[in-house]
């Protein structure tokens, strides 16, 4: 039975979507609002296509409960014009679930009672999705919904990468370990991947750098299983991103708390919402304006290296983790959009076996694209990651297994 999924995948500053058709994974319409939230250079807007065509639409987005009402005012144009058919369930990407869930969920009161409860821990993410989720219900009272969790991919991170060297009584009393996220985009890298080159994911060894315009994360995957990821029990460590540090000396933390009388909140809202880019930058919080500007502004180079560098920093731990990848790959908005970035990073890798082909990676990569130079022992690639067919896959076995006659 053909059922259609209306995929929501939620960044911290823009929100994905696909009408999907399954389980021939048709992509009906879709599109992404971009720089939602985000005081930038450019204007907020949605990309959509549709059977209709490909179009741009300006729109104001301050939050992504407006962009999402922009988004269904497209589809319900498109379902009047005749080119997009009904929806039979909502699909979500949900960042973390703490200790609840483990697989894909059907939303209904429990679980949702449960997931209120997380909010804290990816405060970036899970109000966004919550707040969609609560519109969906509104709005589509007898169309279900079901969950599709970030997390479940970095399970099999290893008990001496995933736990923090602090009191034991503490952890266990909190679960505090490594979490680990985008993991969905991970997992679809690994497959995509893999199948581009006709190798098996139980035969390699890869780095992953999802490198968004919101969020970002590098993992480490070996022989078809993520064993560290960038990202830690909440998506504040790693790398630096488009409003969150990254990896910060706590003693900062406690230092600028104990000086201004920051309470937890205050402080929470400082790391999550007005630090990484934005805080370095000041002017945006998009690495694309901070790239435009590299060579002639002092603060905006300043904030583009301090990005590479972390990403460089964590490509260097992973391939001695792996004992050196067979596959280094770039994916999600910056990974895919910016040449310049890829080249940056992958200067001075060639110690690991990485080296990237100038020539090949001039261009902004939209498909599967190998950027390998000639003698790398490590391929070098970008493949656009696509989180909403891995979440329309995950979806549809527990709709298709709920719905069973």
Known sequence: MDTNILVINCGSSSLKYRLIRMPDEKELAGGEAVRVGVTGKE?????????????????????????????????????????????????????????????????????????????SLAPVHNGISLGLIAMCQKEF????????????????????????????????????KKIGFHGISHRYIMEEACRFLGKEPSTQKIISCHLGSGGSSVCAIKHGMSINNSMGFTPLEGLMMNTRCGDLDIGVLFNVMASNGLTPEQAENLLNFKSGILG??????????????????????ITFDMYVRRVRKYIGFYSLLLKKADMLVFTDTLGVEMPELRASVCEGLECFGIKLDPKKNEASAYSNTDLTLAGSETKVLVIPTNEEIMIARESYKEFRHDNRS
Do not use: W
Request: charged fraction near 25%; hydrophobic fraction near 40%.
């Open 280 to 301: 370095v930058f000041s002017a945006s919080a998009d690495m694309r304006d901070v790239a435009k500007l590299s060579k002639e502004d002092e603060k905006a180079k």
């Open 43 to 119: 204007p907020s807007a949605i990309k959509h296509f549709s059977a209709a065509g490909k179009r741009t639409v300006a729109a104001q987005m301050p939050n992504h409960s407006e962009a999402f009402r922009a988004v269904i005012s497209l589809l319900k144009q498109d379902a009047e014009n005749g080119s997009a058919p009904q929806i039979d369930c909502f699909a979500h990407r949900y960042v973390h679930p703490g200790a609840y869930f483990t697989k894909t969920a059907l939303l209904d009161r429990a679980a949702l009672t449960k997931l209120k409860k997380t909010v």
């Open 141 to 176: 009272k007898n169309i279900p919904q079901y969950a599709v969790f970030d997390t479940a991919f970095h399970k099999t991170i290893p008990k001496e990468l995933s736990s923090y060297a602090i009191d034991a009584a503490t952890v266990k009393k909190y679960s505090l």
